[in-house]
């Protein structure tokens, strides 16, 4: 997956799942599209600001345009957030930990 990230530009992708976070985590902007599956919205653009654009499916032309014109700044913000992303699962998984001992 990497390898795959590391020669795009710029990733488009529905705006839910772990597609956005490995993209994110791997300093690849993002142009999400709202309300692909299943018709719910994320919210992506405010998780990842500056990061993430996020378009409607028939604005994708001037999302990805706009995406492209501003891709250092794009990449500069996907960085900003990688490291983050990278030990979320971790962190996680320490919050779901405490909380089931605190519970016993």
């Known amino acids: ?18 597609m956005v976070h490995e993209a994110i985590a791997l300093g690849v902007p993002v142009v999400a599209l709202r309300g692909v599956k299943y018709g719910r919205y994320h919210n992506m653009g405010a998780v990842f600001r500056g990061a993430v654009l996020e378009a409607d499916p028939e604005d994708i032309v001037e999302a990805v345009s706009a995406a492209l014109e501003r891709s250092d700044e794009l990449r500069r913000a996907a960085r900003k957030y990688s490291g983050d992303v990278m030990v979320a699962a971790d962190r996680i998984a320490e919050i779901i930990e405490e909380e089931a001992c605190r519970r016993q």
């Open 1 to 18: 997956m990497k390898d795959l990230y590391s020669i795009a530009d710029l990733a488009v992708l529905s705006d839910d799942g772990v």
